[in-house]
């Protein structure tokens, strides 16, 4: 597509309920990253895929969060049992890494709260 | 990893006027990029700036890596330009991208 989607836009949920988010990245963009953003805070790093492989998985907060890509495009990232604390923006972004200018281009986010 | 560090954190200017933002990083770079995250949260890419210096328009951002800092310039500021301004650079050797913790800018009309 001409940009990066993300959805939902917004998601209300209860808390211990699992979520699913979802990232369509620019078409051809083999780099595709996800990041947490808190209320007025910076953005938190939290997982990058190369194609479908995941070569750093380290800001991902705990075992509740994961996250897969499938044929090198569409990604989802999962939060189980949701807590409070989760409640944030994520970001989706994609690049083309091997391009000698790795600009990352994001999506819109997708709010979650959890009550 | 890589510290990634914004100054100042809050600027209020009136419209018209000029601004410096300035990010320092503690290790050596090969990718600085710049952003600007508008009121309504979306974030857009202004600057691929590794080193030397660029400019758009009336925003120009320069890039000094032996030294480890970066500036962004804006010019002339119009009450568009409000919102966050983010630099973000990547451990050395890999694609992650570190943010800092960013810039506010309020322009008043």
């Known amino acids: 597509g001409a940009g990066v989607s993300q959805s939902p836009s917004n998601k209300v949920t209860e808390k211990g309920k699992d979520v699913e988010l979802r990232c369509d990245p620019i078409?051809?963009?083999?780099?595709l990253y996800w990041y947490r953003q808190s209320l007025g805070q910076g953005l938190e790093f939290l997982i990058y895929?190369?194609?479908?492989?995941?070569?750093?998985k380290s800001g991902l907060p705990s075992d509740r969060f994961s996250a897969e890509r499938t044929g090198g495009s569409v990604s989802t990232l999962t939060i189980q049992r949701t807590q409070q604390e989760d409640s944030a923006v994520y970001l989706c972004?994609?690049?083309?890494?091997?391009?000698?200018?790795?600009?990352?281009?994001f999506g819109a986010g997708s709010r979650l709260t959890v009550l | 990893g890589i510290q990634v560090e914004q100054s100042p954190p809050d600027l209020i200017l009136q419209e018209g006027a000029n601004s410096t933002l300035r990010c320092n990083f503690s290790?050596?770079?090969?990718?600085l990029q710049w952003f600007h995250q508008n009121p309504w949260g979306q974030l857009i890419n202004l600057f691929y700036?590794?080193?030397g210096t660029k400019q758009n328009g009336r925003l120009s951002a320069t890039t000094v890596a032996t030294e480890r800092y970066s500036l962004l310039y804006i010019s002339s500021s119009q009450t568009t330009d409000s919102g966050v301004y983010f630099c973000?650079?990547?451990?050395?050797?890999?694609?992650?991208?570190?943010f800092g913790t960013g810039t506010r800018l309020t322009i008043i009309p």
């Open positions: 895929f190369q194609g479908n492989s995941a070569p750093d």
């Open positions: 972004a994609s690049s083309v890494p091997n391009s000698g200018a790795n600009v990352l281009t």
């Open positions: 078409s051809g963009h083999t780099a």
């Open positions: 290790d050596s770079v090969n990718n």
């Open positions: 700036i590794p080193s």
């Open positions: 973000a650079a990547p451990n050395f050797g890999n694609e992650k991208l570190t």
